[in-house]
């Protein structure tokens, strides 16, 4: 099973927005509504940021949103904030009843 | 509240087996699966497989197929991840976390598995 493909980075200055993609395939991202999203700060554990493709979990701020269309989710992080720069991570369900990983995004606050 | 809670780090050398514990509190552990995610130095996140504490029931991704085994003690709350045939690139941190709809919503602080002669 191939990772998820993100971007390496990206980068927004304070209250910007930015968009991070994952792109899998019908065999995974495409096929399941079962895509997450995690934030990591260095020396950290992940923390999730969204499931089930846009779910909030309780805590987590309004102005993470996500979604998906075909084979490819995204992460969109409104009014960047100096606390939001970490690496990210996508992931989902795939065919094979396993769970994949994209190979992380590192996201840099000007 | 959900802590979920590792062993400490160990020092193994090439061809030896580690476990790693992961024991769970605040919440009724046959309740949710438990999967294991692991992290190299300065890489991504792998995951390795999944286990249901109530029937035992495991996952697992065929990288690691024949090398890890998951495990569990009902009793204790605790969820145990062997792997072995250890070589130098399975050194990385592991961690335990909890499913949420194949999503993870609780992890452990994590374990330093290093693998050095």
């Known amino acids: 099973q191939s990772a998820l493909t993100q971007p390496a980075s990206v980068s927004g200055s304070p209250g910007q927005s930015i968009t991070i993609s994952c792109t899998g395939t019908?065999?995974?991202?495409?096929?399941?509504?079962?895509v997450s999203w995690y934030q990591q700060h260095p020396g950290k554990a992940p923390k999730l940021m969204i499931y089930?493709?846009?779910n909030r979990p309780s805590g987590v701020s309004s102005r993470f949103s996500a979604s998906k269309s075909g084979n490819t989710a995204s992460l969109t992080i409104s009014g960047l904030q100096a606390e939001d720069e970490a690496d990210f991570y996508c992931?989902?369900?795939?065919?094979?009843?396993?769970?994949?990983f994209g190979g992380g995004t590192k996201l840099t606050v000007l | 509240q959900v802590q979920l809670v590792q062993s400490g780090a160990e020092v193994e050398k090439p061809g030896a087996s580690v476990k790693v514990s992961c024991k769970a509190s605040?919440?009724?552990?046959?309740?949710?699966?438990i999967h294991w995610v692991r992290q190299a130095t300065g890489q991504g996140l792998e995951w390795m497989g999944w286990?249901?504490?109530?029937?035992?029931?495991?996952g697992y991704a065929q990288k690691f197929q024949g090398r890890v085994t998951m495990t569990r003690n009902n009793y204790i709350s605790t969820a145990y991840m062997e792997l072995s045939s250890l070589r130098s690139e399975d050194t990385a941190v592991y961690y335990c976390?909890?499913?949420?709809?194949?999503?993870?919503?609780?992890w452990g602080q994590g374990t330093l598995v290093t693998v050095s002669s």
């Open positions: 976390a909890r499913d949420l709809s194949y999503s993870f919503d609780y």
């Open positions: 605040g919440y009724t552990f046959t309740s949710y699966d």
């Open positions: 286990m249901n504490p109530n029937s035992g029931n495991t």
């Open positions: 019908s065999s995974d991202v495409g096929g399941y509504n079962f």
């Open positions: 089930e493709v846009s």
């Open positions: 992931s989902s369900y795939t065919s094979s009843s396993t769970v994949v």
